[in-house]
């Protein structure tokens, strides 16, 4: 329970923070994003992995090193707590007066899958491989990539690489509705596909 409990609050202030900067309008909203992911991976990385994204979960599950038993609780975990960060967001500033972001679908999917591609090869590298057991950036490495790709891609998909995050926008009613399957299903491809090729480049593994 106790790592469920860790990737429900990981997950919410990441939420949170994405629909508070967002919503207001900072230019710094990918480092305040960027950098939540990273202080909640500090603060919760030693408990429960740190995934606060169902995407990275399924990665690190595929790569070998979470529980079967853990995914879907994970999941649920990161869901609901995506969910309710964007009811708070929502009763403290109120949707967008100008509506949801629109984007297109095939330019979506295509940055959606590279980035949290990237996100979850990020963190299988700094967080799960022998090579880099014990380090302390790790942290640092998966924050920047997701401020990397928020600033590289945001204005195409809205930048989520994270289901959880997608459905929270979704909520906050920054993105529209018909944005959600985008957020699922190039999120969680991509994060198999980084496990896939995390096992065929580590044979000792």
């Not at 994204?53 to 038993?69: E, H, I, Q, S, Y």
Request: hydrophobic share 55%.
């Amino acid at each position: 329970m106790k790592k469920y409990i860790v990737e429900f609050i990981g997950t919410f202030f990441l939420v949170l923070t994405v629909g508070l900067a967002v919503n207001g309008g900072s230019p710094l909203a990918p480092l305040a994003i960027g950098a939540v992911l990273m202080v909640m991976i500090f603060a919760g990385g030693h408990v429960s992995g740190g995934h606060f994204n169902p995407a990275v979960t399924l990665a690190v599950w595929l790569r070998g090193k979470c529980d079967t038993k853990d995914v879907v609780p994970y999941f649920l975990s990161q869901l609901a707590a995506g969910a309710l960060a964007a009811l708070i967001v929502v009763s403290l500033v109120g949707k967008p007066l100008l509506g949801a972001a629109s984007h297109e679908v095939g330019p979506s999917l295509v940055v959606e899958f590279l980035f949290t591609f990237a996100l979850a090869w990020v963190v299988l590298n700094a967080a799960t491989a022998k090579g880099t057991s014990g380090n302390s950036f790790y942290g640092l490495a998966i924050g920047f990539t997701v401020l990397a790709g928020a600033v590289s891609v945001g204005r195409i998909s809205g930048g989520a690489f994270n289901p959880a995050v997608g459905l929270g926008v979704v909520i906050m009613g920054l993105e529209k509705l018909s944005q959600l399957w985008i957020y699922v299903a190039a999120d969680l491809a991509g994060g198999a596909l980084a496990a896939l090729a995390f096992k065929a480049t580590h044979d000792a593994e």
